[in-house]
């Protein structure tokens, strides 16, 4: 919209400089062109004087002086004509029957005065043509005529011409940058400011607000009706966190309740079935504590407004994975690491140590007992078409890059399908239904991730595994003074 309205003001003013300027232009040409008229009336005037004694008398070896004279001056031809347009005097040779010439001698012969000449422009190169009668006492004796040359008079127009074209295409600039654009960022402030808060909203800053005392009364209106949209979206996602909240907490001390008394029923079953039915309705209710606990921690990332911080990536992924490697050990399988010094990204407090322990629980989990690989890299920001799932802030991170962590594992991966679904509240792949787990793991790490500006991405390792990519932003480099 931008450059659209910077379009129209550029084409209106171009426009209103354009009628003013033409008109202008035509009147020098004008101008220019009734200068040169009027000084070839007085020559001719003066030939016609001359010529009229020459012709009386039969003696024109003076005039034709003169006329010779005269061309090499002005570079003019002349010629002088009886009654009967036979040429008296014509230094140079003139083709008398050429239209406009022969039209110019016929007004001049029936003393008819000269047609104003027209404007002459500099692609217009016809010679100007002037013709007058010679009169002696009423009677018509000839005609004096004179074909000069318009390269001077097209010069000072195209001189003229040159000087407004370069005049207006400065002040065009100059208004474009003076005034133009000046005018359309504030006409479209309000316009952006909408725009910015709509992808603030759609990264899930409910609260975002915009002025609705700024700009035209249509973009007002519409400003109190986004903040009412954005208010009524704060208030309806505040309802259903504290509901979860609330729910899984009020489910707590019921469960916990029905665990004891299912436990205690213990003494009372004799029946080996029966106590296999009672130990599964024990392990149930674990479960579902589990995914209690699952709800509540997701609630509270969900209502966690914290700031984005400076993280020590290579820190924390060396701490977690010393903590993860005795449980890698107890199951034989070899845990490797590949993390370099002093990496740092922006990210939410104990978020990169939350997904950690998701990444490596699941790959010692469903890894099949392969080897698993922690890495912690370094690489260019993404441009905007690298991933689908970035968002608008993300694409706009400043020049240090993205800091990539990276857990993988050679087992039996996912299928493609499953890649799609994975990381979705509650979801599970049907062979992993028999691993103890809820399906919040990855729904959580993910909320975390991209609540701190960053991205979690899952891929098949090749030729087999999983490999599971928490991204985050650089933390930018600080300032240092020369």
Known sequence: MHRRLLAIVCALVASLIVALSVPLVRATAEHTIQTSFTGRV???AW?????????????TSRLEAAATRYNALYDSHVAIVDADREIVVAPHPIDLEEPPIRSALLQALADRPPEQPTVVWPWDNRPFIHADAIKRDGHILGAVLILS?????RSEVADYLTFVILASLTALAIVLIAVAAPVVRWVLRPVHELDRATHEVAQGQLKTHVSDRAGAPELRRLANSFNAMADSMHASQEQQKAFVAQASHQLRNPLTALRLRVENMEDYVNDPQGLHELHSAVEETDRFGEILDGLLRMARAEASEAERTPVDVSAVVTYRADAWRAAFDAQGIPLTTRIPDNINALSLPDCLDQALDTLLDNALKF????????SVTRTPAPCENGTASR?????TEDED???EVTVRDRGSGLTSDELSRAGGRFWRSTRHQNIPGTGLGLALTRLLVEAGGGELHLAPTHPHGLTATVRLPAAPHPATNN
Do not use: K, Y
């Open 42 to 44: 007085q020559d001719t």
């Open 47 to 59: 030939f016609a004087d001359m010529a009229a004694t020459a012709l009386e008398t039969g003696r």
């Open 149 to 153: 040359p318009t390269d001077r008079a």
């Open 367 to 374: 890894g099949d007992g392969s080897p698993v690989d922690v």
């Open 391 to 395: 968002s608008r802030s993300q694409q």
């Open 401 to 403: 890059g993205v800091i």
